[in-house]
Every structure is written in structure tokens, then in C-alpha cells.
């Protein structure tokens, strides 16, 4: 059988093996093949090495002259969808202000939430659009988007519609997750909310397929552990995944939930202490580190290389949203990890591809070998480095999914 199409001018093929995640020390594990080929047939790959190894026969050729190449990023953690804007927060915070504070005063994730729920879908798909796309440009081809700035449960339901339309326009994989953001503000309707969330919002999503995982943020000004917990339980009694936005300001038990629910990643982990990167290194759950939060927080920088040291499997996303994170860019939230949590070139490469697909449950990407999807970028340079070396400007030249070149 010959293969569809084969590229060369691979300068370097650089890429992680094997579906399962990478803890401590095999994330540093990136296999770099020089002047490599990449052989691929109906949006798939047939066949990775280096070009003076391939014996086939290819119906097309396509030489790129040169360049490095690297799996498509995944991008494990986005808000992509919202209204509204958080430009009076910003300028509050640059005064003084916290975002806890911000928050606890009626504004920050609430103002967004009340911009979110006003809007129709098709103005949410329009606003999201070309921030999907732009995370795309730089390199990801994967990426997740959460709802979370719903609150009611119909707005819940109408941010998953948004989500399901740009999936099914977007030339990226969309995944997406429904996201259990704030309680309400009065503390006597919090457990009535839970149990609507419980009885409603998750059957039809599950029903819908409208999520593959539910989240629930942590923390002292949003989700108590008993709560969550109620949700996540309920969750997987609908075949849902869990995960959790945790640790991020406070440790309150997050991480500990997270691990004892098997949870497939806990998210953020700024404020984690020494117990609780040993409980993620110690099991499967991925811990997914969100550098763009704390560039533009100014809170700690989660430990990245404490995790790794440890044993811990870490995977690396914008988390693009307006509050916290408004980095439109998967390969610069890399180059942050590499500056900001101490991570070394390969585990950044790791955290934003392997690492990422399985903090989503995926096991067919993040990696450039024989059966996965072929997902990958074309660098503007000869090598892989510089993806993570640049900043303010766009390291990838070429941006491929399924087979096929979408842009870049
Ligand atoms: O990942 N911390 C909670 N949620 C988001 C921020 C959302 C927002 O500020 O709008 C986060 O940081
Ligand atoms: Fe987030």
C-alpha cells in the first residue's frame, strides 16, 4: 500500500513515545529525530523516522525545505468562550487591588458571568471564534474549552451549545468540559444549587454529549470540598471524567479530592505545599500548571519543577480567559512554563503535548508515531527549541490536522 503523502525537509522531528503520561524524569524523554520524513495516509500516521530510513512509496512528496517539526499542542485548559470584558479589573488590580477581593466584591468571574448569560449563542460563538483560532495559529491543534460563565442552568447549557457550534466549524479538535465555576452569592442556596447541577445540568449534558469531563473550582471564595465532591460523584455516575481548577489562591483539600477521585488532571496548583505535589506525583492524576495565571495575577508560579521532581506527570495550557489568563498563544504559555516553573525545553514540549492529551483522556495525539492522528506544527526555524524560545512573536510556521495543512 503506498502512503498518501510523505514529507520531508524535516530538519528535526522532535516528539514524545508512547500514549501513556510522562511522570518526573521521562518528561525529559523527547525523542529528536534529525533530518526526519512523516508519512501519512487518510489523516492518519503511517509511518516517523529518518528519511534515509524510509523504504516506501508515497503517491505525494511535499519537502518543507528545512524546518523542525513537533506534534500538534494541546491546549488542556481554555475559557475561550465568555462576554463581556475584564478591563476594569485590570486597571484595578495594577492599583492595588486583588482579584480575591475583586471577586468578593460582586465583580471579576461574577461581571463575566453576568456579561455571559445576556448574550445569545451565535454572538458567544463570534466572540470565541477567533481566539480559537489564534490559540491554533500557535500551534494547537487540541484544544479544550469550558463553560463556567453560565451559572443559571439554561446559560450553563448554552454555553456547551456555543462550544458544540465553533467544535463543529472550528478546523481544531474542540474538546469540551463543563465547568461548575461559583456558588451562588447567598450561602443558603448553595447545596439547591448543587442538587439542580446533580438532577439537571449533568444528566443532560451526559445525555447530550454536550462534555466529556465536569470541573469544579476549589477554593475558599468558590466550591467546598463536600461539595464538589456531591458533583464529581454524580459525574462519574454519568460516565463524565472529573477534574478541578485547585489550589490556586488557597489549599483546601482539592488536590486530596482530586487524587482519591481519580480525577484526570487538578488544575492551577500555585498555592500547592509540599503534601500536596507529593499526593499528585504519587498517583495518575495530571497536574496541569497555568504559567499566563500567575504572569498576569502576579501570584506564585505554580511548581513545575518540584512536580517533576518528584514523579508528578505535568502538562502545560493557557487557560485563556479575561480574568486571569488573557494569553492567546499554546506555545507561549510553554515558553512561560520553561521561565516561570522551571521546566527544561523537552518537559515543556512534554506538558503541552503528550502530557496534555492525557489530562484530556485522550490517547491518539500528543505524539507523532504510526496510528495517531496526524496532528503536527511546522516551525519558521530549523530547531525545535524555538518554540518555546520566542516570545511576542509566532514561532510556527505551518499548523496541520488530520493530514491536512489549516494554518499557521
Ligand atoms: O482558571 N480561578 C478560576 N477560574 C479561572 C478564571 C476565570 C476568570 O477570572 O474569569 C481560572 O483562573
Ligand atoms: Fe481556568
Not at 486583588?98 to 468578593?104: C, D, F, G, N, V
Not at 465553533?166 to 474538546?175: D, P, T, V
Not at 526555524?381 to 499548523?399: F, H, I, S
Amino acid at each position: 500500500m503506498k502512503t498518501e503523502l510523505l514529507i520531508t525537509g524535516i530538519s528535526q522531528l522532535a516528539t514524545a513515545e508512547g500514549a501513556s503520561a510522562k511522570h518526573g524524569r521521562s518528561m525529559s524523554e523527547l525523542k529528536v529525530v534529525q533530518d526526519a520524513a512523516l508519512a501519512i495516509s487518510g489523516g492518519s500516521i503511517d509511518w516517523v523516522g529518518a528519511r534515509s530510513d524510509w523504504t516506501g512509496e508515497a503517491v505525494a512528496t511535499l519537502d518543507l525545505g528545512g524546518a523542525a517539526v513537533l506534534p500538534g499542542l494541546i491546549d488542556p485548559h481554555t475559557h475561550a468562550v465568555w462576554a463581556g470584558d475584564r478591563l476594569a479589573d485590570f486597571e484595578a488590580r495594577v492599583a492595588g487591588a486583588t482579584y480575591e477581593q475583586i471577586l468578593l466584591a460582586g465583580g471579576g468571574i461574577r461581571s463575566t458571568v453576568r456579561a455571559t448569560a445576556a448574550a445569545s449563542i451565535e454572538e458567544l460563538v463570534a466572540l470565541a471564534r477567533p481566539r480559537v483560532e489564534a490559540l491554533l495559529r500557535s500551534g494547537a491543534t487540541t484544544i479544550e474549552v469550558k463553560s463556567g460563565y453560565g451559572f443559571a442552568i439554561s446559560a450553563e447549557i448554552a454555553m456547551l451549545d456555543s462550544i458544540a457550534t465553533l467544535a463543529a466549524e472550528s478546523q481544531a479538535r474542540i474538546i469540551a468540559t463543563l465547568l461548575i465555576h461559583l456558588p451562588p452569592v447567598e450561602s443558603g442556596e448553595r447545596s439547591r444549587y448543587v442538587e439542580q447541577v446533580c438532577a439537571e445540568l449533568i444528566p443532560e449534558v451526559a445525555r447530550r454529549g454536550l462534555a466529556s469531563a465536569v470541573d469544579v473550582f476549589v477554593e475558599r471564595e468558590a466550591w467546598h470540598v463536600a461539595e464538589a465532591e456531591q458533583m464529581f460523584v454524580c459525574a462519574k455516575n454519568h460516565g463524565l471524567a472529573v477534574k478541578l481548577h485547585s489550589d490556586q489562591f488557597h489549599s483546601i483539600g482539592g488536590v486530596e479530592l482530586g487524587v482519591r477521585m481519580g480525577a484526570l488532571s487538578v488544575d492551577h496548583l500555585e498555592a500547592a505545599g509540599a503534601a500536596q505535589i507529593e499526593a499528585i506525583a504519587a498517583s495518575a492524576t495530571v497536574a496541569t500548571i497555568l504559567p499566563g495565571v500567575s504572569l498576569h495575577l502576579g501570584i506564585p508560579a505554580a511548581p513545575g519543577r518540584r512536580l517533576i521532581d518528584v514523579g508528578a506527570a505535568v502538562a502545560v495550557g493557557t487557560d485563556l480567559n479575561p480574568g486571569s489568563s488573557p494569553l492567546y498563544s499554546s506555545a507561549g504559555a510553554l515558553g512561560l512554563a520553561v521561565r516561570m516553573n522551571g521546566l527544561r525545553a523537552q518537559e515543556a514540549i512534554v506538558a503541552g503535548t503528550v502530557n496534555a492529551a492525557c489530562a484530556l483522556g485522550l490517547s491518539d495525539r500528543g505524539r507523532l508515531e504510526a496510528g495517531c492522528v496526524a496532528d503536527f506544527v511546522v516551525l519558521q526555524t530549523k530547531d525545535w527549541r524555538e518554540l518555546v524560545y520566542v516570545m511576542g512573536a509566532n514561532p510556527v510556521r505551518e499548523v496541520w490536522v488530520g493530514g491536512r495543512r489549516v494554518g499557521g
